[in-house]
């Protein structure tokens, strides 16, 4: 039965509950008083319940759409204004155990080249990274408990944080690995970690025994209650995400929505972020063998709806995306991307990896960090690099509760400003330092707290004459 206070996962996505939702919308997706109430509510910013979100996603009426096209757009503008934070994944392992079908990691692949970082490696990878201007990485492994134990997790990061390079320094690790138990979340907590990534894949249980045919990841429970042994061991900032493409993607767009009703329910604090991701080519995968393939127009009002539904989670959108669709979703509620990703091991110092076949699925954006960061600013976003709120113990409900009252605006705008002045100080091209100045002089202005302002223009100064060591 459904019961989003359960902490079982087949009572908080309860799938008979799935289900009704898709008959309650498939019945209702005519009704246009009830959608227009529905909008109704998300525009006073109050976000929406996996069925309302339900109801919008199945309505094909062009007036219902444009309106919620709009007030995603304006969700997104008034509680993240108009920066994008930039990361970068970092690859460590592809030892994987486990048999996804659409995952080129998985064990049966013999031919594709298995490679593990050495701590040595890791300072190379992210030096490379940190010469670009990164500061905030995704790291991403393969499930195998002899090659990539937690050990080895947890030493990379160690690794990671301790790499002083010039004016670079990682400040912020977030971490994408299989799911684990609680005690190895509070030590990947008491390491630093921001948020702890995990994407469900398919919420639907059938499907995801039939996608993941062997190896840990098989157990449904044991993974989707995963966020719940993360929040039990301290972690308070988690990020979800389905893989589109493996299912039904309304069916995906519900549970995802129960998920995140039930982390609310229970811990008090829903997802910090929720993750977009298609499924891509890849070494041995074929996206087009998996029937639920979605348009860039599904894509885009998937992204639309979940932006009205949980105005205060974070999005993420990565490169597996090319630059057309993540410009059209960056409208629509995303707050995060990626920038100059590798998804290959290794493949930072010697991009001749990705051309190999070590690579988890193919990036579709291969321009570099200078580029995405010019390209942000001539469309009007602030491309930050801002840690700022993990650095000063903003997570988990601190962060969502600022977030709520509209506070989180007021310490973003400067620190993106303030990131991105250290960004074209030490790593742009002079273009894209001309153009990111101009965009600073411009925005200053508008940080609206006159005192946050002043201290803003006095530390642009700072940084322009050297200084670096502010706790963003
Ligand atoms: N090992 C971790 C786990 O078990 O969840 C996840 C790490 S994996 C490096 C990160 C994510 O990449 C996976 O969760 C999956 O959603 C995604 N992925 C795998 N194969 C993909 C493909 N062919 N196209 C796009 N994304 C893919």
Request: with cysteine; aromatic share 8%.
């Amino acid at each position: 039965m459904y019961n989003p206070h359960s902490q079982k996962a087949e009572e908080f996505i309860c799938h008979q509950e799935v289900l009704d939702s898709l008959a309650y919308a498939e019945q209702n997706c005519h009704n246009l008083p009830l959608l227009e109430r529905t909008l109704d509510k998300a525009a006073r910013r109050q976000g929406l319940d996996h069925r309302e979100a339900s109801l919008l996603l199945a309505s094909d009426d062009p007036q219902i759409e444009g309106r919620l096209m709009a007030l995603a757009e304006q969700i997104k503008k008034d509680f993240y204004g108009n920066r994008i934070v930039l990361f970068a994944p970092l690859y460590l392992s592809n030892y994987c155990v486990n048999g996804c079908l659409y995952c080129p990691y998985h064990l049966k692949n013999k031919h594709i080249r298995r490679k593990k970082l050495t701590q040595e490696e890791i300072v190379r990878e992210v030096t490379a990274l940190q010469d670009m201007g990164h500061k905030r990485l995704a790291l991403e492994a393969g499930e195998d408990p002899v090659h990539n134990p937690l050990e080895y997790i947890l030493e990379s990061i160690h690794t990671i944080y301790s790499i002083k390079h010039r004016h670079g320094a990682i400040r912020r690790v977030n971490v994408n690995i299989a799911a684990t138990t609680v005690e190895n979340y509070t030590r990947l907590k008491e390491a630093g970690i921001g948020t702890y990534i995990l994407f469900q894949e398919t919420y639907h249980k059938g499907n995801y025994e039939y996608l993941h045919p062997t190896g840990p990841k098989h157990n449904y429970a044991y993974h989707t209650e995963a966020m719940d042994r993360a929040m039990q061991g301290g972690i308070d900032d988690v990020g979800l995400g389905v893989l589109f493409g493996l299912e039904n993607y309304r069916y995906e767009l519900a549970a995802l929505l129960m998920h995140a009703e039930h982390l609310e329910a229970v811990y008090g604090v829903g997802p910090h972020t929720i993750s977009l991701p298609r499924v891509k080519h890849a070494d041995d995968i074929d996206p087009n063998s998996f029937q639920h393939a979605i348009s860039d127009d599904i894509f885009a009002k998937i992204c639309a709806v979940i932006r009205v539904s949980v105005p205060y989670t974070g999005m993420i959108i990565s490169t597996r995306e090319n630059q057309k669709v993540r410009e059209r979703l960056l409208h629509l509620g995303i707050s995060q991307i990626s920038g100059a990703s590798r998804t290959s091991v290794g493949g930072y110092v010697q991009p001749e990896e990705e051309e190999e076949n070590s690579q988890q699925f193919d990036v579709s954006d291969n321009r570099s960090l200078d580029e995405i960061v010019s390209w942000l600013i001539k469309l009007g976003y602030i491309p930050s690099f801002c840690t700022a709120c993990y650095r000063e113990g903003r997570t988990g409900d601190r962060f969502m509760e600022l977030c709520k009252h509209n506070q989180i605006l007021n310490c973003c705008h400067p620190n993106a400003l303030l990131t991105l002045k250290e960004y074209l100080e030490d790593y742009a091209s002079p273009q894209t330092k001309a153009l990111g100045l101009e965009l600073i002089e411009r925005e200053l202005p508008h940080v609206k707290n006159p005192k946050a302002r002043q201290i803003a223009a006095e530390r642009l100064q700072l940084i322009a004459q050297g200084q670096r060591d502010f706790r963003f």
